[in-house]
Nanobody, 115 residues
Framework: QVQLVESGGGLVQPGGSLKLSCTVS????????MGWYRQTPGNEREWVAM???????NYADFVNGRFTISRDNAKNTMYLQMHSLKPEDTAVYYC?????????WGQGTQVTVSS
């Protein structure tokens, strides 16, 4: 069974940085694509970034060059490096992986941007 575990969330001041990790059980090469969503209370999940294979990445417009998605295949881990964080980036961040049988989700990690 595929499991995704996020880590790296926390409290950061506006303008600060955080690096989220998503460790995957199983072979990451078996996934058709991986990425990140985020969600705030009362709202639907909002897509943040995705990568289909090394070097092919896409970002939501609101990212505006502040976030970078990457992966370390040797560690079975995907990352989301976030810079210049704003209070509106506060959310629970979820990683996902698109497998042959469907989409798999992590449990989420809270990111709070506040002074």
């Amino acid at each position: 069974q595929v499991q995704l575990v996020e880590s790296g969330g926390g409290l950061v001041q506006p303008g600060g940085s955080l690096k989220l990790s998503c460790t995957v059980s199983g072979n990451m090469f078996s996934f058709l694509g991986m990425g990140w969503y985020r969600q705030t209370p009362g709202n639907e999940r909002e897509w943040v970034a995705m990568m289909t294979h090394p070097g092919s990445t896409n970002y939501a417009d609101f990212v505006n060059g502040r976030f970078t998605i990457s992966r370390d295949n040797a560690k079975n881990t995907m990352y989301l490096q976030m810079h210049s964080l704003k209070p509106e980036d506060t959310a629970v961040y979820y990683c996902y992986a698109n497998g042959i049988t469907g989409r798999h989700w992590g449990q989420g990690t809270q990111v709070t941007v506040s002074s």
